[in-house]
């Protein structure tokens, strides 16, 4: 009888244990990253691997509602001064893989990173720019997102924590909110997508490079 050499045994052992999930995130243990304790304030880790599974290769996002105009981003590049992969988008919705860093809070978009806009698991200054093209009213939020409405001033805030100094930020809604402290408003832009459809406003802001001499002159 023919022994079984140890290569024809199947490796199992580790496999489970050191390549979390998708589907398994465990609520409020910070362990996973996306994590559902981003919203409660537990700062999640980063596992080793993130999203390289062979079972995943197909999953591109499913038709739901919420994604820019299909020539939109090409012509606000060079606002944004940076390149395309670069870009982070929130609230990204049906935008395909590749089309820079989408965050959506809904499974069903197939995002890079499954998070809120509000509560990003994302470092300080750490991306090139932010385009945000939210839920525009409480009905939209609850029906289409299946979320409490997010307040623009709320979104801005926290995009401008994750963008680094001079980066710009373009948000997408039916007004242009004020700019939060340490960023400006650079111009607005009015949109149209379509006839029968209302307008929308693309505001773009920026962050403000901190002074090099600010505690010199305090």
């Given at each position: 009888?023919?022994?079984?050499?140890?290569?024809?045994?199947?490796?199992?052992?580790?496999?489970?244990?050191?390549?979390?999930?998708?589907?398994?995130?465990?609520?409020?243990?910070?362990?996973?990253?996306?994590?559902?304790?981003?919203?409660?304030?537990?700062?999640?880790?980063?596992?080793?691997?993130?999203?390289?599974?062979?079972?995943?290769?197909?999953?591109?996002?499913?038709?739901?509602?919420?994604?820019?105009?299909?020539?939109?981003?090409?012509?606000?590049l060079p606002?944004?001064?940076?390149?395309?992969?670069?870009?982070?988008?929130?609230?990204?919705?049906?935008?395909?893989?590749?089309?820079g860093i989408?965050?959506?809070?809904?499974?069903?978009?197939?995002?890079?990173?499954?998070?809120?806009?509000?509560?990003?698991?994302?470092?300080?200054?750490?991306?090139?720019?932010?385009?945000?093209?939210?839920?525009?009213?409480?009905?939209?939020?609850?029906?289409?997102?299946?979320?409490?409405?997010?307040?623009?001033?709320?979104?801005?805030?926290?995009?401008?924590?994750?963008?680094?100094?001079?980066?710009?930020?373009?948000?997408?809604?039916?007004?242009?909110?004020?700019?939060?402290?340490?960023?400006?408003?650079?111009k607005a832009?009015?949109?149209?997508?379509?006839?029968?459809?209302?307008?929308?406003?693309?505001?773009?802001?920026?962050?403000?490079?901190?002074?090099?001499?600010?505690?010199?002159?305090?």
């Amino acid at each position: 009888m023919r022994h079984r050499r140890k290569r024809d045994v199947p490796r199992t052992r580790g496999l489970t244990q050191n390549r979390p999930h998708l589907g398994r995130v465990a609520k409020g243990d910070g362990t996973s990253w996306p994590s559902h304790s981003v919203g409660v304030g537990m700062p999640p880790r980063r596992p080793a691997l993130c999203m390289l599974y062979e079972d995943l290769g197909d999953m591109e996002p499913q038709p739901i509602f919420g994604m820019y105009p299909s020539a939109l981003i090409r012509k606000i590049l060079p606002w944004l001064k940076c390149s395309r992969a670069e870009v982070l988008h929130v609230c990204s919705g049906g935008l395909p893989r590749g089309e820079g860093i989408r965050v959506d809070v809904r499974f069903e978009a197939r995002p890079d990173v499954l998070a809120d806009g509000r509560a990003l698991p994302i470092r300080d200054s750490s991306v090139a720019a932010v385009m945000i093209d939210p839920p525009y009213t409480e009905h939209y939020a609850a029906e289409l997102y299946g979320t409490a409405y997010p307040r623009p001033s709320r979104l801005l805030v926290e995009a401008a924590r994750v963008v680094r100094p001079n980066g710009r930020i373009v948000f997408v809604h039916y007004i242009t909110p004020n700019p939060p402290r340490g960023v400006a408003f650079v111009k607005a832009f009015a949109l149209s997508v379509g006839f029968g459809y209302p307008m929308r406003a693309l505001s773009i802001y920026e962050r403000h490079q901190p002074s090099l001499f600010a505690e010199a002159t305090q």
